[in-house]
């Protein structure tokens, strides 16, 4: 009896250990077995693949199998890099809650919104962002993830990260010309980078784009707007940098004889139109008048716009949060402003120095030409005359701020009585800087000029002390304080 009760016991053990060993070993085995039936093996190749192709159903078995979510290529990069470089979503959010970071750094110090951002993932660039990712760091060569998406001519994640990286614009507008990146310039300008940008050594985006041979980016800059008659710190302009470089046809198409409407000084309501978009811009807020025809842009002086309101950071705790008596009022509270656009336009002639009484004027072109013009005699081939030339002492960016003697001419244009002041040295313009600027509570357009005041809804009053080209400077007439704000673009 006792001989077969240990044989009966034997014989249980090694059923129990059959039925329990295999269920130890089943969940390997099982994701195993799985991962094969789905085309996988239980490799890092695979793992990689299941990532990019957003298979988020072998992901998990590949962990249930004991595979690493922090598994690097042989490029350093995780699977959370290949995730946003595929657009790959589920991928993405599966890394994220097994424990991989939204900055971790992959091949080239880059993160995986640079990745999404060079492969043009915007939705993902969009989603990252909201998931923490920092598009302010930069990888191994010193570029953030706008600036790569601009080099590698990424249009669609340009435009995600524009909204982010406002401070960075006109750098990236300079990369986007410097590299001929004709549809990253629109997006850029659309979210208001300023075709006025210069590198250190002056040159403007026209002019890397011309001096690149970039035709199509050329053709699209002179189309918004850039100057053709700007020099840089050499006195080169677009034109003469494009010509050194050999790329004629470019330097033909920035080049042309003045016609007499590029020597007239404009009026207000020229600039106005000048301003207006060039086509219906479905971002905007409707501006539609009793007619239903689009309201004109009207200039901001004397206008009474929205109620002032104060940006959420700089109101003040109220006294039921914090406790006190005497909270402080609002430090700067105005109209809910943005600026759109800014236009300055410069006139192709170049004051070179007045000598007793007569002005020494260069006309640009194919080939400049210099005149000399004395008060009361008209430039010829323009509509403008010259009131007055005289020689003065005045602060000069050519002498780092210090006073130095300067050439000055009054011109007056006869045909709209406009008038204006060219000092050798510096640009001629046919206006005063103005920015289009947006009344966000009503979408209402208003040209805005330095030194014009206009009043919001509960009286205060406001004064446009500065407009540089992506940026303007609002004053309030009470207090002397100032609020900048920057150019947004149409769809900023």
């Given amino acids: 009896m006792i001989g077969m009760g240990h044989t009966w016991r034997l014989g249980m053990l090694a059923i129990l250990l059959a039925t329990v060993f295999p269920a130890c070993r089943k969940p390997a085995d099982a994701s195993k ?30 962990v249930q199998g004991g595979f690493k979510a922090d598994t690097r290529d042989s490029h350093g990069d995780t699977a959370l890099h290949a995730a946003a470089a595929a657009g790959a979503p589920g991928a993405a959010d599966f890394m994220l809650d097994h424990g991989l970071d939204s900055n971790v750094r992959g091949a080239m110090e880059r993160t995986p919104l640079m990745a ?61 010309a410097l590299t001929g990146q004709a549809a990253v310039i629109d997006t850029l300008t ?26 199509e980016a050329v053709a699209l800059l002179l189309d918004i707007g850039a100057s053709r008659f700007s020099t840089d710190a050499s006195g080169q302009t677009a034109a003469a940098l494009a010509t050194a470089a050999n790329h004629t046809e470019i330097a033909a198409l920035i080049l042309r004889e003045p016609a007499p409407a590029d020597l007239a000084l404009e009026t207000p309501e020229q600039i106005a139109l000048h301003l207006e978009p060039a086509a219906p811009d479905e971002t905007q807020p409707n501006d539609i008048n009793s007619s239903g025809a689009s309201a004109p842009i009207i200039p901001i002086e004397g206008q009474t716009l929205s109620a002032a309101v104060m940006p959420e950071a700089d109101q003040p705790a109220s006294q039921a949060q914090t406790g006190a008596s ?57 509509p403008l005359l010259l009131v007055s030339a005289t020689r003065r002492m005045q602060d000069s960016k050519l002498n780092l701020g210090a006073p130095m003697e300067v050439s000055v001419v009054e011109v007056r244009d006869s045909q709209t009585g406009a008038t204006r002041e060219w000092i050798s040295g510096e640009p001629a313009t046919a206006h005063d800087p103005v920015a289009l600027v947006e009344d966000a509570a009503t979408g209402r357009r208003y040209a805005a000029t330095p030194g014009r005041r206009f009043k919001s809804a509960d009286g205060s009053e406001f004064i446009v002390a500065d407009i540089r080209p992506n940026q303007i400077v609002i004053e309030d007439a009470a207090t002397g304080a100032v609020k900048t704000l920057p150019l947004r673009g149409p769809r900023g």
């Fill in 326 to 382: 005497d909270a402080k009022p609002a430090r700067f509270a105005m109209p809910p402003l943005v600026m759109r656009r800014y236009r300055e336009r410069e006139v192709p002639v170049r004051l070179k120095t007045v000598s007793t009484d007569v002005a020494t004027l260069e006309i640009l072109g194919p080939t400049p030409t210099e005149i000399q013009v004395k008060p009361g005699e008209a430039i010829p081939g323009s």
């Fill in 33 to 62: 077995s799985d991962l094969a039936e789905a085309g996988y093996q239980l490799t890092a190749e695979d793992w990689f693949r299941a990532a990019r192709t957003d298979d988020t159903t072998a992901l998990k078995r590949f």
């Fill in 116 to 176: 999404a951002a060079a492969a043009d993932q915007a939705s993902m660039v969009r989603w990252l962002i909201k998931q923490g990712a920092d598009p302010q760091l930069k990888d191994q060569e010193g570029f953030n993830a706008l600036m790569l998406a601009v080099r590698e001519g990424r249009s669609a994640a340009v435009a995600e990260l524009a909204v982010v990286h406002g401070e960075n614009l006109d750098s990236a507008l300079l990369l986007a």
């Fill in 190 to 215: 659309n979210y208001g980078a300023s075709v006025y940008a210069r590198m250190e050594d002056g040159r403007t985006p026209l002019m890397l784009a011309a001096q690149n041979g970039h035709k």
